[in-house]
Structures are given as structure tokens and as C-alpha cells.
């Protein structure tokens, strides 16, 4: 069974970091790309990092330049670092994985990770 193991999640100050982590098992298939998506209570789920199995990556534009996306290839592992983090950055973090198998694509989620960025 895929899974999909997210942690890092926290309460930090403004301008504080974290890393969010998120390990996956039971891959038997290609990976596109795996990406960090985030919600807050009563809005839309929002994509905010993503990188490919190429190491392309693509980022929400407001945290360019704060966030980093990157992957251990070797632990099926996508980390996000979060740097000079905003309140407005709080919210749910999931983890997502976009693979093909079978010839369909397909996305599995992570159960999320609550970030809540306060003084």
C-alpha cells in the first residue's frame, strides 16, 4: 500500500522556519512529481511547491524565494523548507504524489500537517 509519512509541522514565530518532511513507502511505480499543497479552514486547498521526477520545480508566487523544495531520491523523501515564514502561511500542509501506473495517472495524499505561523 503507498503512504505517505508527513512531519515538521509546529508552531513557529514570523520570520521563523521549519522543514516539513514527508517519506514515501510501497512506490512500485514512476513518480512524476510530489508537491506540498496547503489549506486553511474554509478555503481551497492551494498548491505551494512541487518538483518533478526531473527536478524541475514550480512554487505559488507568494513564497518564492522563501521556500525551498527538494527531494532524497534515495528515501523517496520531499522535503519543504520554510523560511521567514508570514501568519499568513498558516494552515494544513499535505503531501502529494503524482504517479502513473497501469497506464493512468493518478495522486495520493498525505494525511496533512498543521503549520500555524504566530507571535
Known amino acids: 500500500q503507498v503512504q505517505l509519512a508527513e512531519s515538521g509541522g509546529g508552531l513557529v514565530q514570523p520570520g521563523g522556519s521549519v522543514r516539513l518532511s514527508c517519506a514515501a513507502s510501497g512506490i512500485f511505480f514512476s513518480i512524476n512529481a510530489m508537491g506540498w499543497y496547503r489549506q486553511a479552514p474554509g478555503k481551497q486547498r492551494e498548491l505551494v511547491a512541487i518538483?518533478?521526477?526531473?527536478?524541475?520545480?514550480n512554487y505559488e508566487d507568494s513564497v518564492k524565494g522563501r521556500f525551498t523544495i527538494s527531494r532524497d531520491n534515495a528515501k523517496n523523501t520531499v522535503y519543504l523548507q520554510m523560511d521567514s515564514l508570514k501568519p499568513e502561511d498558516t494552515g494544513v500542509y499535505y503531501c502529494n504524489l503524482d504517479y502513473t501506473r497501469w497506464g493512468r495517472r493518478l495522486n495520493y495524499w498525505g494525511q496533512g500537517t498543521q503549520v500555524t505561523v504566530s507571535s
Open positions: 518538483i518533478t521526477s526531473g527536478d524541475s520545480t
